[in-house]
């Protein structure tokens, strides 16, 4: 669920909890207002918790440059067995 449904859960509660009078028989609409909030703050602060790492930037490295090559010459003079 995206930050846009948490909204809407915390609007659908906020809704049924202050601006309904409705009456339904084994149904408390408050309370299934007041729990939509709930559930939708909980989405809130855990997709904005991910969010929050998903933007942490990291530094580029610097290159490593290797001085000495990848090919050695191994003719016996400059590998130490030699002369």
Do not use: K, Q
């Amino acid at each position: 669920m995206g930050l846009g449904g948490c909204i809407i859960l915390i609007a659908a509660g906020a809704i049924l909890t202050f601006a309904t009078d409705w009456e339904m028989e084994g149904v408390n609409l408050d309370l299934v207002g007041v729990i939509l909030m709930i559930v939708g703050l909980i989405g809130t602060t855990t997709f904005s918790s991910i969010a929050r790492r998903r933007r942490v930037v990291v530094p580029p490295s610097t290159p490593v440059v290797d001085e000495e090559g990848h090919h050695h010459r191994r003719d016996g003079y400059n590998d130490g067995y030699g002369a």
